[in-house]
Antibody, heavy 128, light 107 residues
Framework: QVQLQESGPGLVKPSQTLSLTCTVS??????????WSWIRQHPGKGLEWIGY???????DYNSSLKSRASISLDTSKNQFSLKLTSVTAADTAMYYC????????????????????WGQGTLVTVSS | DIQMTQSPSSLSASVGDRIVTITCRAS??????LNWYQQKRGKAPQLLIF???RLRSGVPSRFSASGSGTDFTLTISSPQPEDFGTYYC?????????FGPGTIVDV
C-alpha cells in the first residue's frame, strides 16, 4: 500500500490552466505494473477517470476532456502531475490521484486493473 | 465508451437484514474486468472487490461479488452500521475506464 497526496491551487480562474501534483510515498512511481491515474468527482456526482501515466512514458486520457488534459511524472521526486487547460466552471470538482494496479493476471483476456490506493482528494473550484 | 449502470440508486438496510444486493450492468461484454468501490462522505473511494469477485485483502468477508459479461452483483451479507456509503462499480476492460453512477446504502 502506498500513500498519495494531492497538492495545488484550490481556486482557478476560467480559461486558465489547472495544475495539480500527486506525491507518492511508501513505494516507487517507477514500479513495474503500476500506472498512476487522475480521477475527478463533480460535487454530489459520480466519478470520472481523467487519464493515467506509466513510468515508461505511456499515457492515456479520457477523450471527454477533448485533449485539454496532460499528465506527466517526475521520477526523481516520486510525483506525477495533471494539467488541464482552458478550464470552465464545469471543471469544478474534487480531484483524486490514484495508483492503478495492473499486476493481477485475470485470464487469457489479460490483466485486470483497478485503483487500489487513492489520495484524499483536493477540491478545485473554477471561478473568477 | 462503455456505459455502466447500477441499481438500485439507493437502498436502506437494517443491521438485521441478511443480504443487501447491488447490481451493475455494462453496455457491452467486459468479461470479468469489473471492480467495486465504497465511498464514505468526504472521503476517497476505497477498493473492495477487483476482477469481478476477488476480495481485496483486509476487506470483511461479508462483502462478495460475482458476474461476468455484462451483469454483475455486489452482495453484503449481514450489513453492519459501518457499511453505509455509496458503492460504485467500475469497468477496466478498456479505456476510458468508466464508473457506474453509484448506489447509496443507508444502514
Amino acid at each position: 500500500q502506498v500513500q498519495l497526496q494531492e497538492s495545488g491551487p484550490g481556486l482557478v480562474k476560467p480559461s486558465q490552466t489547472l495544475s495539480l501534483t500527486c506525491t507518492v510515498s511508501g513505494g516507487s512511481i517507477s514500479s513495474d505494473g503500476y500506472y498512476w491515474s487522475w480521477i475527478r468527482q463533480h460535487p454530489g456526482k459520480g466519478l470520472e477517470w481523467i487519464g493515467y501515466i506509466y513510468y515508461r512514458g505511456n499515457v492515456d486520457y479520457n477523450s471527454s476532456l477533448k485533449s485539454r488534459a496532460s499528465i506527466s511524472l517526475d521520477t526523481s521526486k516520486n510525483q506525477f502531475s495533471l494539467k488541464l487547460t482552458s478550464v470552465t466552471a464545469a471543471d469544478t470538482a474534487m480531484y483524486y490521484c490514484a495508483r492503478t494496479d495492473t499486476t493481477y493476471y485475470y485470464d487469457r483476456s489479460g490483466f485486470s486493473s483497478f485503483f487500489d490506493d487513492w489520495g484524499q482528494g483536493t477540491l478545485v473550484t473554477v471561478s473568477s | 465508451d462503455i456505459q455502466m449502470t447500477q441499481s438500485p440508486s439507493s437502498l436502506s438496510a437494517s443491521v438485521g437484514d441478511r443480504i443487501v444486493t447491488i447490481t451493475c450492468r455494462a453496455s457491452r461484454d467486459i468479461s470479468g474486468f469489473l471492480n467495486w468501490y465504497q465511498q464514505k462522505r468526504g472521503k476517497a473511494p476505497q477498493l473492495l472487490i477487483f476482477a469481478s469477485s476477488r476480495l481485496r485483502s483486509g476487506v470483511p468477508s461479508r462483502f462478495s461479488a460475482s458476474g461476468s459479461g455484462t451483469d454483475f452483483t455486489l452482495t453484503i451479507s449481514s450489513p453492519q452500521p459501518e457499511d453505509f456509503g455509496t458503492y460504485y462499480c467500475q469497468q477496466s476492460y478498456s479505456t476510458p475506464y468508466t464508473f457506474g453512477p453509484g448506489t447509496i446504502v443507508d444502514v
